[in-house]
């Protein structure tokens, strides 16, 4: 069975500070991708990667970036987190652009 | 227009009843289509993927229509493990990310 899993189910920070959201695939899977889910807005992509050290941005990146220094781990980063950013975030990993596989999701509120 | 459409719902039935969702996709180029099932404060997993033939796994038949971009989900003999949130989901080309509908919610009740 494919996991994928990421490092906090829960978190909380404050205005201001740098978060990192940690999500590790054992597939060997090329494809990685980061999401923030939230209600009446559905799932939306922030980041993306195809490879180690490549990334793409998605349709909402402003305020995000990404680490992908190894194949099975892809991190999402939080600069200058805000209240805005304040979501469940879901990674995914994929061996084809075809089914991914979500990882538990972190939620994150920031305060 | 946003690119993939579908019902919120809720769509509230009881167990037994046959229903259907219905999802609309903006880009004619797409080329693969799937029904992923997420269930409340879970992360969503593959249902199954659309074919353009249509295809059935149990209780659950898809069908796609290319021409009216147009893919639709029938579930026959509702359970009630079968509430969920159903999300409609293309591909454009191989090599991009997939694109997700907001998602049809299903609650079935006994």
């Known amino acids: 069975d494919v996991k994928v899993t990421q490092s906090s189910r829960y978190l909380v920070k404050r205005t201001g500070e740098k978060v990192f959201l940690e999500c590790v695939q054992d597939m060997d899977h090329e494809n990685m991708f980061w999401y923030r889910q939230d209600p009446g807005l559905g799932l939306r992509l922030i980041y993306f990667?195809?490879?180690?050290?490549?990334?793409e941005k998605g349709d909402i990146p402003e305020g995000y970036s990404v680490s992908r220094e190894k194949k099975e781990r892809f991190s999402l980063i939080l600069e200058s987190a805000s209240t805005n950013q304040t979501s469940m975030y879901l990674c995914?990993?994929?061996?084809?652009?075809?089914?991914?596989?979500f990882g538990p999701g972190t939620r994150l509120t920031v305060t | 227009r946003k690119e993939v459409e579908q019902d919120p719902g809720p769509f509230n039935v009881p167990e037994g009843a046959t229903v259907a969702f219905n999802c609309t996709y903006s880009?004619?180029?797409?080329?693969?289509f799937f029904w992923y099932r997420q269930d409340c404060r879970k992360e969503p997993k593959l249902l199954m993927s659309v074919y353009s033939s249509g295809n059935e796994d149990g209780r659950f038949t898809a069908q796609l229509n290319r021409a009216s971009q147009y893919i639709s989900l029938l579930i026959r003999d509702s359970k009630l493990s079968d509430s969920a949130t159903y999300l409609c989901?293309?591909?454009?080309?191989?090599?991009?990310?997939?694109?997700f509908g907001k998602g049809t919610t299903l609650s079935v009740s006994s």
């Open positions: 989901v293309v591909n454009h080309q191989a090599g991009t990310a997939l694109i």
């Open positions: 990667s195809y490879d180690v050290k490549m990334k």
């Open positions: 995914a990993s994929s061996l084809s652009p075809t089914e991914q596989y």
């Open positions: 880009n004619s180029a797409s080329q693969s």
